[in-house]
């Protein structure tokens, strides 16, 4: 059982940037997937980043691209999301979650993903 515990969420002015970091604990973090997903109230979570248990091809929303960055480090069983050039359309929740996989994968899929954490809100300011 992994447990997952996002942090780093907040307010900040558009064009600002914030970073957030996901500890995981309870299972052997190099043997999962990790993504970041974000829900606004009254729509669906979305995907946003996602990267392989070795760290290799990250991947990101299009909606996101050029502006965050997943990132990881098995070392310190920590995900983070560096998000910059904010925009208020990125208000939401952030979740972290994770897959456990044999395989080089990464998953765009909310259903694919075995754990989640509690999320951290984002709120950008115009």
């Known amino acids: 059982q992994v447990q997952l515990v996002e942090s780093g969420g907040g307010l900040v002015q558009a064009g600002g940037s914030l970073r957030l970091s996901c500890a995981a604990s309870?299972?052997?973090?190099?043997?999962?997937?990790m993504g970041w997903f974000r829900q606004t109230p009254g729509l669906e979570r979305e995907f946003v980043a996602a990267?392989?248990?070795?760290?290799?091809?990250?991947n990101h929303a299009n909606s996101v691209k050029g502006r965050f960055i997943i990132s990881r480090d098995n070392a310190k069983n920590t995900v983070d999301l560096q998000m910059n050039s904010l925009k208020i359309e990125d208000t939401a929740v952030y979740y972290c979650?994770?897959?456990?996989?044999?395989?080089?994968?990464?998953?765009?899929?909310?259903?694919?993903?075995?754990?989640w954490g509690q999320g951290t809100q984002v709120t950008v300011s115009s």
């Open positions: 309870g299972g052997p973090f190099s043997s999962y997937a």
């Open positions: 979650a994770a897959k456990r996989t044999s395989s080089t994968f990464y998953f765009v899929g909310q259903g694919e993903y075995d754990y």
């Open positions: 990267i392989n248990p070795s760290g290799g091809s990250p």
